[in-house]
């Protein structure tokens, strides 16, 4: 077959394969999803040509027409076994898409105010608390609800509390103007002796559809995607690996955080308006409030500002990246870890424990 | 730019393209000018370094060799080495050198502000300084005519794939390369790119993985308990293999794709049975250079024993604090040269009472592997007072109870034990091509598996070559 696809191979001439390449072009460019695969046949015909025109004369193009198939095949499978194998409850990815990724997060529990973690059962019960914030507090990177901070929390207040109660709205993305609407919505019913606001960069954010784009593959237009973002691990690993390679921006997110949002800017005003909302919201229902600010800082000056203004209204801060630092939850995911979520709750204990005192009859 | 970065892969998939596209003169002239991008991309500055040690050398060279007066070419070639040297000990040495006086003053009573200042280490010095010395010696002694043509001759100093970490190269091996003609070769060209792919795997799934685990034991500043810092050793023994033989498998890799062939550096060091053959199998172009430039020089093995024993201590010293300027460098080339000594006492005992056979080799590879180990705590070690307490700590506190286990699985359960299993059919087989051999699906499920186990383990920043900061 080799033999037949090589007499085959050099009776098309040079301007063959320059015809091919221009097929391969218009196809991928004007084809869309139908002409794809017709595209990639053309590319896949013409490697051989491109191997002759870097100088090896030596090939046998019916040798490389039929190994290329042979090895994608094999290293597809390889990758997928081996993946599939070495993570059976899947791993977290922080773009967060893909079957690996779904079986990791597979049995997710949602409270009743639709994140992860505890939730108020007894209105009567003392202390309560409300947890707000994003993707860590949700426990993204977290399997079982148990091991997020704020179970945990619950689990160490427990033994000086016994009837503590904590509920946690956090949801991933969640930014400022959410965070005052949950707080409109459950505060007034849950009666909170202590809020904890669980502080990211990202929140002071107007819009994060503004941030310096990356380039990345629209993977999603290949023709086979469909398919195998649905059921392929390997597929998600790789789509990860080549969307990290691709060239960083100009600018990074340090730097065009420090610019758009500096202290004189209008979006920092913005930012901080929302933030005094939400403070005067919160110290409505308890004097007690606690700025957690879990992660080392991306920019230090930004996260200074914010400190210097939650400090100003008497707020209480709460830094814990420093203890948790390098402890992500997986290779292709930063967020904390099981041991970070631990040292967090940990944290926590202590700041809560000394501001909030025992029941008269404790 | 880092060999395992994305960038240099964008880099050098450029470099690929345009050297296929032109021919050889024009290919060697792209070549230099790719090294010298490659090098000024680390800082602009190094750049001048670079031209300077090269014209310095290229004239000087030329000038010993048509001078016929021997006191004439005694002057060049020594104006010429200290040059090098010089060039070395300043940007290397100095700060531990004023710092090693000061230390030494202060422990006999006198006071003394030496001034230090602050140096950047230009990346690959130590390579490239000994590069241009052995070219000057080769001129020397007549084993090399010097090249007529100064940007071949700068390529050889420059060339970007040996640049940061050798294989240290000799211009008889490397220049005639340059010069002539090259063949471009499908086999070559397969070979190159699975030297890559190798030496990225010993890289990124086990170098990386395992230097974690070392980081934290010998990093902790903490008391640590001696199952720990034997298995930080073990570690810490496969991460500078895997590390520095990764780099020069990518060099030699690149370089086959490119056209060149650059020396082997490593020949399954840790197959070795005693020091003088560890010698001949890690950094093989190392060990030649200072065999054949201090060793030989010195007088060998040809003035008596107490001489050999001297000119190798010497030659290990030197070899020792070539790496780095820090005394644990120095200790642990002196544990070397003692153990050199030490084998050259017991070989003819040994060869006397001990038969060669396959226990009696397999027994000496272990011992011999157990010492190496120690070997690199020395050299890995941060102060002389770390060695001191770890070395206790080894003898007198090996309870399992305080085990912490290293968390990088993958290059425990996958990585090793494939490089393991390669390396034990490379020793059996003779043959550094033996997967050639296989049928192409085991060809294609080892590329595959090594493709995967990379793609699996990479993080989000590359680390840096142990080597290259020397």
Redesign the interface.
Known sequence: MIAILNQTYNRIPGWGFAILSIVLCGFMIVGGQLFQPLGFFAFYLSIPKFVQL??????QPGKILT?IP??LL??FL??EL??RL?YPNGVPFSNGVGPIVKQFYRNIVVNKYGSRGPEVLDDTSHPKIIIQGDSITWGQGIKLEKDIYTSVLKHLLTEKYPDVQIAVLAKKGREIQEHIEQLSKWAGQIKPQVIVYQWHITDIEKNIEDRPKKISIPWNKLFFNWRLSESSY?WS??TY?ID??MPKNKISYKDYIEKEYAIETENWQLFRNKFLQWHSLAKSFTPHIIILIPLLPTSEIVEQNFVDLAKSLGARIVFTGKATAGMNAS?YD?HPNIEAHRIIADHLFNEITNILPLKDNE | MLFNS?EFFVFYAVIL?VC?ATKDKIQNFLLLSASYFFYGFWDLRFLLLLLLLTVITYYLSMLIFKFENSLIKKVLLSVSVATSLSILAFFKYFNFFVESLSLLFAKVGIKAELPVMEIILPVGISFYTFQTISYTMDVYRKKTIPTNNFFDFALFIAFFPKLLAGPIERASHLIPQISCQRV???DQ?KRGLYLVLFGLFKKIVIADAVAVYVNMIFGSGEIQSGINILIASFLFTIQIYCDFSGYTDMARGISKTLGFDLKLNFNLPYFSKNPKEFWQRWHISLSTWLRDYLYIPLGGNRFGRLITYRNLMITMFLGGLWHGAAWNYVWWGLYHGILLVFHRLWSPLSNRFFPKSLVINVTSVFCFFILTCYGWLIFRAESFNQILIFSNALITDLSIAKVILPTSK?AILLGIPLLMILDVYQYFTCNTRFYEKWP??FR??L???L???I??????APEEFIYSQF
């Open positions: 870097l100088g090896f004369k030596d090939i190994s042979a090895f094999i290293f390889t990758g081996t993946l070495w390997f690993l790789l690996q990290t390679a290779k930063r | 994305y393209l296929f471009r070769d499908t060209f993958m192409w699906f294609y499920l590329y595959s598996f493709i995967v186990q793609l699996i383990s990479s993080g989000n």
